[in-house]
């Protein structure tokens, strides 16, 4: 989803794009499923799993297990953020899906509304900065040298003068908790209605995180082939 190379070979066999058709499970949008794997479209305001105390059980794969009793997961995505999430089915569906994120395979990418003009250039450039547990004020993160490494490619590609305002895509190489959001605060440029990161004055420019997972590509688990997705931002 990166290269040249990949935009030649990757013939999926199977583009799911979100759509008003695809059956919807509990609030949820169900993009693709067959015996291996289950390709939905997260809800922002929506727990990717369960949180401590019982107000926070709900949420995406306790509401998918319902329907899928296989369902296993593979990652997350915030609670604020919305679009593509990727649920295992069985064992070891979920053990092969586990390695393909822990060795760079699968590759997410993601669109966010971010605070102030960026040039839309289109050039990818890459944040390299490390990330920490911010102990007195967790499930905080911070940027810190001595934390774990974390490198984010992004581009800029629209502009709106009115909002002052710009629309970049970002590929994070690495999977650390909060990281889109603290690399674009570190940029500069916070996205808009992130509560966590961003001023308030930035965070009052948007009724929610305004982040979403748009495009996911991997190898099928099981067939061996290239699988892709892509589920366009509402905003």
């Not at 291996?36 to 926070?56: E, F, H, I």
């Not at 822990?102 to 003009?117: C, D, E, S, W």
């Not at 674009?184 to 916070?190: F, I, R, V």
Request: charged share 15%.
């Amino acid at each position: 989803m990166n290269s040249a190379k990949n935009a030649q070979t990757c013939v999926p066999i199977s583009m799911a794009m979100c759509a008003p058709d695809k059956p919807a499970l509990a609030g949820i949008t169900l993009l693709y499923q067959d015996e291996t794997l289950l390709v939905l479209n997260k809800p922002a305001g929506l727990l990717s799993v369960p949180g401590r105390g019982p107000d926070k059980q709900d949420c995406l794969s306790a509401r998918l297990q319902a329907f899928f009793p296989d369902a296993l997961v593979v990652h997350r995505l915030d609670m604020a953020t919305s679009g593509l999430l990727l649920m295992a089915r069985g064992g070891y569906a979920q053990r092969t899906i586990n390695h393909a994120f822990a060795t760079g395979l699968v590759q997410k990418r993601y669109v966010a509304q971010v605070a102030g003009l960026l040039d839309p250039d289109g050039i990818w450039r890459t944040i390299d900065l490390a990330i920490a547990v911010d102990w007195p004020r967790r499930p905080l993160r911070v940027i810190q040298a001595d934390g774990k490494a974390s490198q984010t490619r992004w581009r800029c590609v629209a502009q709106d003068a009115q909002s002052q305002s710009s629309r970049v895509e970002l590929e994070p190489l690495t999977g650390r908790s909060h990281q889109l959001r603290l690399h674009l605060q570190a940029l500069g440029h916070p996205i808009l209605g992130d509560a966590l990161y961003a001023p308030t004055q930035v965070q009052a420019m948007a009724p929610r995180l305004l982040l979403h997972a748009c495009a996911l590509e991997l190898v099928h688990p099981q067939t061996g082939a290239p699988m892709h997705w892509e589920c366009p931002a509402e905003f």
